[in-house]
Every structure is written in structure tokens, then in C-alpha cells.
């Protein structure tokens, strides 16, 4: 009898200690998400903090590229709102923007010159690393979380935890491609004026008209 009451408290103890083990475990993995993430949204809003400066920099210069602008400045305020994957979607595009801005800001070298431009671009290159480093370490560690919720013996106790799969903050693959800039879209395209070094347009030139042969 005396044996058969240890057996049944060495049974409820165990049992006991992995509910707290595991509880703990999750408690920790939820926590290292919830850090890692906090690190992502401090660089965005870093990089929503500069772009401004950025925009009030450049279009003095860039007279032409309203439409780029326009679209630098939508993105930004999509930084700050809405989901994991909103954030990551308005990130991803965001980056493609900004080179494509960039790659515009070669048509001008009083803007490359630019103490303050150079500075910025700096800056948003730098921000965008350290996002590039800390979502690494958030997919990672929301891995780790997505497992152990869904693995015994953590899928027994996240139900009652309310502990619900995290989404990862995705590159899409098309970032990873070369920058690809449509002037057609920036009022760059054929039949148009091309902005010259200090913002100047400059007339397309037009081939002679081939001599017409006279009859002999």
C-alpha cells in the first residue's frame, strides 16, 4: 500500500514537472520572439524616421521623379501599421523603391555631391542591414516557437495557453534580383524629355531625315 502511494506521488510529481517544464519552455521561445520582433520595429521605425529627410533632400533636385516619391512616401507610413506580414510586404517594397530612387539619383550629380544625400543614403543602407540581421534571428527563433507549439509535448498545453503560430517576416524572392528602374513609369519614357545633370531637360535628338534621291 505504502509502495503503491509513493509510486502514485512519484507519478503526479512528474507529470507535474513537465506541465511546468513545459510551460516554462514556451514562456521562453514566446518571449524570444517577442524580443527579436521588437528589434525588427525599431529599424523600421528608424528608416520611417529618415525617409523624410530624404524626400525634403532629393526633390529639389528631382523635378521629374514625383511618381517614385509619391510611392517612397505611401510606404513609409505602412511601416508602423498592420501585421507581421503587412510590415514585412511594405519593407520589401519599400527596399525596392529606395533603389530604385538611388539608382535615379545617378542622373545627378549635384545630388550625389550632397553632403546630406550622402549621409542619408548611408543611414537607410545601414538601417537596412541591421533588418536584413535581426529578421534572421526573428524567422529563426519563430521557427523554434511554430515547432514547439505544434510538437508533444508543447501542442497538449498551447490551446489552453492561447499561444497561436507566429508568421515569419519573408523576403520575397524578387529582392534578391538585380534592381530593375522603368523610366517609362517616372515620365522618362520614350518621346519624353530626359533631366539633365542640374535637372535641366534635355531635348531628345532626332536622326536627319535620309536624302531623297533625285530622278535621273
Same mark, same amino acid.
Request: net charge positive; charged share 20%; no cysteine.
Given at each position: 500500500?505504502?509502495?503503491?502511494? #509513493?509510486?502514485?506521488?512519484?507519478?503526479?510529481?512528474?507529470?507535474?514537472?513537465?506541465? #511546468?517544464?513545459?510551460?516554462?519552455?514556451?514562456?521562453?521561445?514566446?518571449?524570444?520572439?517577442?524580443?527579436?520582433?521588437?528589434?525588427?520595429?525599431? @529599424?523600421?521605425?528608424? *528608416?520611417?524616421?529618415?525617409?523624410?529627410? #530624404?524626400? /525634403?533632400?532629393?526633390?529639389?533636385?528631382?523635378?521629374?521623379?514625383?511618381?517614385? #516619391?509619391?510611392?517612397?512616401?505611401?510606404? *513609409?507610413?505602412? %511601416?508602423? &501599421?498592420?501585421?507581421?506580414?503587412?510590415?514585412?510586404?511594405?519593407?520589401?517594397?519599400?527596399?525596392?523603391?529606395?533603389?530604385?530612387?538611388?539608382?535615379?539619383? /545617378?542622373?545627378?550629380?549635384? %545630388?550625389?555631391? &550632397? @553632403?546630406?544625400?550622402? !549621409?542619408?543614403?548611408? /543611414?537607410?543602407?545601414?538601417?537596412?542591414?541591421?533588418?536584413?540581421?535581426?529578421?534572421?534571428?526573428? !524567422? $529563426?527563433?519563430?521557427?523554434?516557437?511554430?515547432?514547439?507549439?505544434? @510538437? =508533444?509535448?508543447?501542442?497538449? =498545453?498551447?490551446?489552453?495557453?492561447?499561444?497561436?503560430?507566429?508568421?515569419? =517576416?519573408?523576403?520575397?524572392?524578387? /529582392? *534578391?534580383?538585380?534592381?530593375?528602374?522603368?523610366?517609362? $513609369?517616372?515620365?522618362?519614357?520614350?518621346?519624353? &524629355?530626359?533631366?539633365?545633370?542640374?535637372?535641366?531637360?534635355?531635348?531628345?535628338?532626332?536622326?536627319?531625315?535620309?536624302?531623297?534621291?533625285?530622278?535621273?
Amino acid at each position: 500500500m505504502v509502495l503503491l502511494l #509513493l509510486g502514485v506521488i512519484v507519478v503526479v510529481v512528474l507529470i507535474l514537472a513537465t506541465i #511546468l517544464l513545459t510551460y516554462n519552455n514556451l514562456i521562453a521561445k514566446r518571449n524570444r520572439v517577442q524580443d527579436a520582433w521588437a528589434q525588427i520595429d525599431v @529599424q523600421l521605425k528608424r *528608416r520611417y524616421d529618415l525617409i523624410p529627410n #530624404l524626400i /525634403e533632400t532629393v526633390k529639389g533636385y528631382m523635378k521629374y521623379e514625383k511618381n517614385v #516619391l509619391t510611392s517612397i512616401t505611401s510606404l *513609409r507610413s505602412q %511601416l508602423v &501599421s498592420g501585421s507581421v506580414q503587412d510590415k514585412a510586404q511594405a519593407n520589401n517594397m519599400l527596399s525596392q523603391a529606395l533603389k530604385s530612387l538611388f539608382a535615379v539619383a /545617378e542622373n545627378y550629380p549635384d %545630388l550625389k555631391a &550632397s @553632403q546630406t544625400f550622402q !549621409n542619408l543614403q548611408m /543611414e537607410l543602407e545601414n538601417t537596412e542591414n541591421r533588418i536584413s540581421f535581426v529578421r534572421t534571428s526573428y !524567422n $529563426d527563433y519563430v521557427l523554434d516557437y511554430n515547432n514547439a507549439i505544434q @510538437q =508533444f509535448p508543447g501542442l497538449m =498545453f498551447s490551446g489552453m495557453m492561447h499561444m497561436d503560430r507566429q508568421d515569419f =517576416f519573408k523576403t520575397p524572392d524578387d /529582392e *534578391r534580383e538585380p534592381v530593375k528602374v522603368d523610366f517609362s $513609369d517616372m515620365g522618362l519614357g520614350t518621346g519624353a &524629355s530626359t533631366p539633365g545633370p542640374a535637372g535641366q531637360q534635355k531635348p531628345n535628338a532626332q536622326a536627319p531625315a535620309p536624302a531623297k534621291k533625285g530622278k535621273k
